[in-house]
C-alpha cells in the first residue's frame, strides 16, 4: 500500500475538523466535542498509518527532517486528544489540526535528505521515543502558552473573541500549562538521562551541538518552574521563558537535522 491515499485523507479530516471547529467558535458555540473528537482520531490514524509505510524501508526507520516533524506533530495531537477526555484543552486543538494538516502533506511531497536507517538496539529506540513525547508535551505547552497569551491580551482590552469567550477561565488556563510544563520537563529528563546511558560517542554520531542544546533547554523549563514554585511566575514572564525553552529544544533537534541532512550531507 502507497502512503498517499492515507496521507490525504488524513490531511482533509484535519482541515475538516479545523474548519468545523472554526465555525462553531464563530457562532460561539462549543459544537459537538464527540465529533470533533472523532473526526480527530480518525485523522490520526490515518496520519499514523502514512507515517508507518513512510518510515520503515526494510532495513530500519527513516526518520528524516519532514518526516520526524510528521511524527512529533501526530504525538502532539495523540496527546492533545488523549487530555481532552480529562481536561478542557480542546481548544488546542484549532491549532493542532493545522500542523498536522501541514506536516503530513510536507512528510508525503517534500524531498527526503541524507539520513540513514535507524537500526541501533532497543535503548536507542527508547531514547527516540522518550524525545519525541517530551518534544510533543512541550508543543503543547508552548500552544497553550500562545492562548494564555491571547487570552490575558483580549481580557486586558475588554474584547474577547468567540474562541476566548470558551475557554476556561485564565487561572485554569495557566494551571494547565504548567501541568503541560511539569510532564514536558520530566519527559526531557529522561530523554537526557537515556541518552546518556545508551549514547556512546556524541562527537562520532554528530550529537553533541544537539545535547548541548537540550540541556540549556533543560535548564531554561528548569529555572521556570523553580520560578513558579517559588517566586509565582506567570502572565508574559512565564511565556517569555516558555517560548525561550522551547526554540533552544526545536533548534536542538530540527537545526542540526536541518543542517546534518540538507547543508552537510551527512
Same mark, same amino acid.
Given at each position: 500500500?502507497? +502512503?498517499?491515499?492515507?496521507?490525504?485523507?488524513?490531511?482533509?479530516?484535519?482541515?475538516?475538523?479545523?474548519?468545523?471547529?472554526?465555525?462553531?467558535?464563530?457562532?460561539?458555540?462549543?459544537?459537538?466535542?464527540?465529533?470533533?473528537?472523532?473526526?480527530?482520531?480518525?485523522?490520526?490514524?490515518?496520519?499514523?498509518?502514512?507515517?508507518?509505510?513512510?518510515?520503515?524501508?526494510?532495513?530500519?526507520?527513516?526518520?528524516?527532517?519532514?518526516?520526524?516533524?510528521?511524527?512529533?506533530?501526530?504525538?502532539?495531537?495523540?496527546?492533545?486528544?488523549?487530555?481532552?477526555?480529562?481536561?478542557?484543552?480542546?481548544?488546542?486543538?484549532?491549532?493542532?489540526?493545522?500542523?498536522?494538516?501541514?506536516?503530513?502533506?510536507?512528510?508525503?511531497?517534500? +524531498?527526503?535528505?541524507?539520513?540513514?536507517?535507524?537500526?541501533?538496539?532497543?535503548?536507542?529506540?527508547?531514547?527516540?521515543?522518550?524525545?519525541?513525547?517530551?518534544?510533543?508535551?512541550?508543543?503543547?505547552?508552548?500552544?497553550?502558552?500562545?492562548?494564555?497569551?491571547?487570552?490575558?491580551?483580549?481580557?486586558?482590552?475588554?474584547?474577547?473573541?468567540?474562541?476566548?469567550?470558551?475557554?476556561?477561565?485564565?487561572?485554569?488556563?495557566?494551571?494547565?500549562?504548567?501541568?503541560?510544563?511539569?510532564?514536558?520537563?520530566?519527559?526531557?529528563?529522561?530523554?537526557?538521562?537515556?541518552?546518556?546511558?545508551?549514547?556512546?560517542?556524541?562527537?562520532?554520531?554528530?550529537?553533541?551541538?544537539?545535547?548541548?542544546?537540550?540541556?540549556?533547554?533543560?535548564?531554561?523549563?528548569?529555572?521556570?518552574?523553580?520560578?513558579?514554585?517559588?517566586?509565582?511566575?506567570?502572565?508574559?514572564?512565564?511565556?517569555?521563558?516558555?517560548?525561550?525553552?522551547?526554540?533552544?529544544?526545536?533548534?536542538?533537534?530540527?537545526?542540526?537535522?536541518?543542517?546534518?541532512?540538507?547543508?552537510?550531507?551527512?
Amino acid at each position: 500500500m502507497q +502512503p498517499l491515499l492515507p496521507s490525504l485523507a488524513a490531511a482533509g479530516l484535519y482541515i475538516g475538523a479545523t474548519l468545523y471547529q472554526g465555525l462553531q467558535l464563530r457562532q460561539r458555540s462549543l459544537g459537538n466535542k464527540h465529533l470533533l473528537l472523532f473526526l480527530g482520531v480518525l485523522a490520526l490514524l490515518l496520519h499514523g498509518s502514512s507515517l508507518c509505510l513512510q518510515m520503515y524501508d526494510g532495513n530500519g526507520l527513516v526518520l528524516d527532517f519532514f518526516k520526524a516533524a510528521s511524527l512529533i506533530a501526530a504525538a502532539v495531537i495523540l496527546l492533545t486528544l488523549l487530555a481532552c477526555l480529562r481536561i478542557p484543552v480542546e481548544n488546542l486543538l484549532l491549532l493542532l489540526f493545522p500542523l498536522g494538516f501541514l506536516t503530513v502533506l510536507l512528510a508525503e511531497f517534500m +524531498p527526503s535528505g541524507t539520513t540513514r536507517a535507524i537500526t541501533e538496539a532497543p535503548g536507542i529506540l527508547a531514547h527516540i521515543l522518550l524525545s519525541i513525547t517530551a518534544y510533543g508535551m512541550l508543543t503543547i505547552a508552548v500552544f497553550q502558552s500562545l492562548l494564555v497569551l491571547l487570552q490575558d491580551h483580549q481580557l486586558k482590552h475588554k474584547h474577547p473573541s468567540g474562541l476566548i469567550r470558551n475557554f476556561p477561565p485564565l487561572q485554569t488556563m495557566e494551571s494547565l500549562l504548567f501541568g503541560f510544563l511539569w510532564a514536558g520537563w520530566a519527559l526531557l529528563s529522561l530523554s537526557l538521562l537515556s541518552g546518556a546511558l545508551f549514547i556512546e560517542d556524541l562527537l562520532a554520531q554528530h550529537l553533541a551541538h544537539k545535547t548541548i542544546l537540550s540541556l540549556f533547554a533543560w535548564i531554561v523549563f528548569a529555572v521556570l518552574l523553580w520560578g513558579r514554585h517559588q517566586l509565582g511566575w506567570r502572565g508574559h514572564k512565564a511565556i517569555r521563558w516558555t517560548l525561550a525553552g522551547f526554540c533552544l529544544l526545536m533548534l536542538a533537534y530540527f537545526g542540526s537535522k536541518l543542517v546534518r541532512e540538507f547543508i552537510l550531507h551527512i
